[in-house]
């Protein structure tokens, strides 16, 4: 069986599509999360990218144990320096180097010749070998190159000293057979190949980054790029949890398998979802909410019968809670730490200490708490912040053709502020009195309530995503009312703003 290595680029490729950003503590929990995942490489991010870019990459490479860090570097020194700079504390660093290679690349974006880019592959694979044992590099639109150039490009890089080839499918563009031919060709006809890993890094325009990338496995890759849930530039990267499933579960088809403990899969999927706002489609496979639900009379009557008629995966193959055990209001903080840790949240005494008060609370209202519910607690707990404002009540009165009123009573530090505001409804109304008690400038960019659980008592929780200047921040609130989950949310969401400018 060939152990396939995993890259995840969340926090570099996934990082940079839309409504994905992160600030530095929730991509130093995303990394964390990674780690024990069982990742063998984290890109942590493109440290020239910015201040804010440089900052995370340093601060994840130093806290990562396991897993090897890299930063993203074009061919360029100064590139190359910062990249070093940000993963030198790294107890494994890569310096990830890149440029195109496709004649449309070349021409029009580098304005480069074929020698001119061979000699910068030459000249910055070096250079960077000059700090890091470990480099990786890219051939940027490998998929549209000319395949004999390719060769040359590859190596070139092999001997200026990269460990890693990549061949990423940059525009989503290529079939699995293409892709399963481009490696073949690649690994016949490149000296010096078989020295080193060759990587497949595929986006999902056409939705084939998935099978792209096991056409790459099959054609003999040793290590593939991928994002957690596929965020990534437009359509996505390929989606980690797919590829580690498949490899999983057909693992005889494709003589392969990763070092991914796939029962953390389903908890760090729902974490950057919880990070970032940004949903997951109920039908995605894997991690979707229907992944597993066997709606149909005929499916359904085929896996009481036997499970093996409908089903492929186990759902606890992925870490989904089974609501196997129930637990109420008299339940203790042994009990509560247990089934955290069953879920795969393992958390330290203060964060046990917040959530049990949050348990206690919720079962006070709900007489008996799934794993669902626990799961959500434990993600609020995520979004954890020093908190300037704290909600103390809330009175709406809506309905048809009335005014939307909300009031809204908060704490902040030892001041009790009180605040009306009428809006277009119940939640509108409610952002605008506490937009009134805080006096900031906030735009909603984006608002979902969610049922986190089943039945009438089901807990709604509320992610907003908050911009207030150039920051811009996710907020998370749980309640069994939806209007004060939301208002929760808004809150959570301005004491991080309020917690990143102090
Ligand atoms: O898609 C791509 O080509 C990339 C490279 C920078 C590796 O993300
Ligand atoms: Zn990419």
């Not at 499970?307 to 509560?336: C, R």
């Not at 200047?469 to 703003?497: F, P, Q």
Request: proline share 2%.
């Amino acid at each position: 069986m060939r152990k396939i290595k995993v890259f995840d680029t969340t926090l570099r490729d996934g990082e940079q599509s839309p409504g994905c950003s992160m600030n530095l503590s929730e991509k130093l929990q995303m990394a964390r999360a990674l780690d024990a995942l069982g990742v063998d490489i984290i890109e942590a991010g493109f440290a020239i990218a910015s201040p804010e870019d440089f900052k995370s990459v340093e601060a994840i490479a130093k806290t990562v144990q396991n897993c090897k860090v890299a930063s993203l570097a074009r061919c360029t020194q100064g590139d190359i320096d910062a990249a070093w700079n940000a993963v030198k504390g790294a107890k494994y660093p890569r310096i990830h180097v890149f440029i195109a290679t496709s004649d449309i690349h070349m021409e029009y974006k580098l304005k480069m010749t074929r020698e001119q880019v061979l000699e910068s592959i030459a000249k910055h694979v070096a250079y960077a070998k000059s700090f890091c044992e470990d480099i990786e590099f890219s051939c940027e639109d490998a998929s549209r190159s000319e395949w004999a150039f390719l060769v040359k490009c590859c190596e070139t890089a092999i001997k200026a000293g990269a460990m890693v080839l990549n061949i990423p499918d940059t525009v989503g563009y290529s079939s699995p057979q293409e892709m399963f031919d481009l490696i073949t060709y690649l690994r016949a006809n490149t000296e010096g190949i078989e020295n080193v890993d060759i990587s497949a890094h595929c986006h999902d325009d056409l939705g084939m980054a998935v099978a792209n990338s096991l056409a790459c496995i099959r054609a003999g890759a040793t290590q593939v790029e991928c994002t957690v849930n596929g965020i990534g530039e437009r359509a996505g990267n390929a989606s980690l949890e797919e590829i580690a499933m498949v490899l999983k579960t057909r693992h005889e088809y494709y003589q392969a398998e990763t070092g991914i403990n796939t029962r953390q899969i389903y908890r760090i999927s729902k974490l950057l979802s919880s990070i970032t706002g940004v949903p997951i489609a109920p039908s995605k496979s894997i991690v979707g909410a229907n992944a597993f639900a066997h709606e149909s009379g005929i499916h359904q009557h085929g896996v009481i019968a036997n499970a093996l008629t409908y089903e492929i995966m186990k759902p606890d193959d992925v870490g989904i809670p089974q609501n196997t055990m129930v637990l109420g209001k008299h339940s203790g903080k042994h009990a509560l730490r247990d089934r955290l840790s069953q879920l795969g949240y393992e958390v330290s005494k203060e964060q046990l200490d917040e959530i049990f008060v949050r348990f206690k609370a919720l079962a006070d209202k709900k007489k008996n708490l799934t794993d669902h519910d626990i799961e959500a607690l434990a993600l609020v707990d995520t979004h954890a912040v020093a908190a300037t404002y704290e909600l103390l009540s809330h009175l709406v009165s809506t309905g048809t053709d009335i005014t939307n009123l909300a009031c809204v009573k908060i704490k902040k530090n030892d001041e009790i502020i009180e605040e009306v505001a009428i809006g277009t409804g119940p939640i509108d109304a409610s952002f605008k009195a506490v937009d009134k008690i805080t006096g900031l400038d906030i735009t909603l960019e984006n608002f979902s309530l969610n049922a986190v659980t089943d039945g009438e008592d089901a807990m709604g929780e509320a992610v907003v995503k908050l911009r207030c200047g150039n920051a811009l921040v996710t907020g998370c609130g749980l309640s069994t009312d939806v209007i004060e989950s939301s208002i929760r949310a808004y809150i959570n969401g301005i004491n991080k703003i309020v917690g990143s400018k102090n």
